[in-house]
């Protein structure tokens, strides 16, 4: 008997998932220098209200002793078992939109299987757009904002948003191998590969996490909060430039970096509409108050017979 590839499934909620909703995938195990999925991963698990629709198997996909789950030891008893998940589950945005979330654990085992399946799952909701994200550390300042590299079938945000667009061989994750099938078959995806400044690669970085909602809020349409990720970066910034400071070594060479960061990127920024000098989209904040000022002049035009001020 060929045991299932889901280990849990909640068929009522599958039913009621409405169809056309963008998959936002974050799965843990590749490169993911400043904690870029692991913040993600929290951030929506915080904020976004999943609601779990199925779970994968762990027994048929994870690799226990190269991942192994973590367990507390109080005293003289064990608690607190914590088996590493990989769910499916329907989650909302600031504003309540509607979106999907497989997160987790990448795979280690079985990787066609589990693609052909998120593949059914993707035309069994008519996904609008599946969007994923990772980092990798590369030579560039924190002074200045992340960039990425933007693969997949969006032509206009690889346009806008992709700084670095080279042609290389590296070993593929099983978001690269999802991306590649989904692009082989005609579905819209999106890849957003954000460039970490190397010397932060280790550190858990807020502003990757940022940049990371801003490349996800412009794939998908959704609004994500992001004012209070930006005040931690602020506050992380301003510590790295202080411990910066007291080493000349590493102030000449922040300052090496952005002369070679500002070099690459002269005149090859061809910005979207929506995004700011720099480099980030609005808030959920400023787009609320931007289409309650909108909304506000629609109804002072209704009210005056639709007349334009004089």
Same mark, same amino acid.
């Given at each position: ?54 779970? !994968? ?5 994870? #690799? ?11 005293? #003289? ?6 088996? /590493? ?13 509607? !979106?999907? @979330?497989?997160?987790?654990? /990448?795979? #280690?085992?079985?990787?066609?299987? !589990? ?8 035309? /069994? ?31 206009? @945000? ?103 960061? #500002?070099?690459?990127? /002269? ?44």
């Amino acid at each position: 008997m060929t045991e299932s590839i889901f280990s849990a499934e909640y068929a009522e909620r599958r039913a009621l998932v409405p169809r056309g909703l963008p998959l936002v995938v974050v799965m843990q195990g590749h490169s993911d220098a400043g904690g870029v999925v692991e913040q993600l991963e929290e951030y929506f698990w915080q904020r976004c209200a999943p609601e779990e629709v199925l779970r !994968f198997n762990s027994d048929l996909l994870l #690799d226990y002793r190269a991942r192994r789950p973590i367990i507390t030891f109080d005293e #003289d008893h064990l608690v607190d078992y914590a088996p /590493e998940e990989l769910t499916l589950s329907l989650a909302h945005d600031e504003l309540g939109g509607a !979106f999907l @979330l497989l997160s987790g654990y /990448e795979p #280690d085992f079985r990787w066609d299987e !589990f693609i052909d399946t998120v593949l059914l799952l993707v035309h /069994e909701f008519e996904v609008s757009v599946t969007v994923w994200t990772h980092a990798i550390p590369m030579p560039v300042p924190h002074t200045r904002p992340i960039s990425m590299t933007v693969s997949g079938s969006r032509d206009e @945000l690889i346009e806008a948003r992709s700084v670095w667009r080279p042609k290389t061989k590296l070993s593929a994750s099983a978001g690269h191998v999802l991306e590649y099938r989904l692009h082989s078959l005609g579905e819209e995806v999106v890849g957003l590969a954000l460039l970490v400044p190397h010397y932060l690669a280790n550190t858990e970085y807020p502003a990757a996490l940022s940049a990371a909602l801003d490349g996800l809020m412009e794939a998908t349409g959704l609004i994500l909060a992001t004012d209070e990720v930006r005040e931690q970066t602020r506050l992380f910034h301003a510590q790295v430039d202080s411990q910066i400071a007291e080493s000349e070594e590493s102030l000449e060479m922040v300052r090496t970096l952005e002369r070679r960061y #500002d070099a690459y990127m /002269e005149d090859r920024t061809v910005r979207s509409p929506l995004i700011g000098e720099d480099g980030t989209i609005p808030t959920a904040e400023q787009l609320g108050s931007e289409l309650e000022r909108f909304l506000a002049e629609r109804q002072r035009d209704a009210n005056d017979g639709g007349r334009p001020e004089s």
